[in-house]
């Protein structure tokens, strides 16, 4: 399970980049508040990432979790409005589907009762 979530934090990380540079090339409106966004995803796969590769977990656990809850809400949030958007955008259900993804893969990795192969 660990494994999968790195590989989809490797692909949430990229696409994060992606959206970010997209969003600062093509400069419609609201592309700031976007921009943010992309960043924030990037920052919270790459701080999942690095919780794996840290011998000292405990401080970066609780703000893995949160962010964690916040790509749930992301991704279940552009889900929600591609899938009612006369303009359907393939990526956004795509990275939507990851975000969705990586976020159960992360509670359920690092939320009490799942720390049996964090003691290996």
Sequence with gaps: MKQLLQ???VFTTAAAIWLGVMENVLRHSGYAE???IAASI???SLATLLYFRLRERSGLRNLV???AVAIAVL???ALGRILQ?????GFVLIIA????LQAGLTLATLLP????????
Excluded: N
């Design 113 to 120: 009762g799942q720390h049996k192969e964090s003691a290996a």
């Design 75 to 77: 991704g279940g949030s």
């Design 97 to 100: 589907a990851a975000l969705l």
């Design 85 to 89: 958007s006369p303009h359907f955008e």
């Design 34 to 36: 976007r921009s943010v």
């Design 65 to 67: 979790v949160l962010g």
């Design 7 to 9: 590989l989809l934090c």
């Design 42 to 44: 990037a920052l919270q």
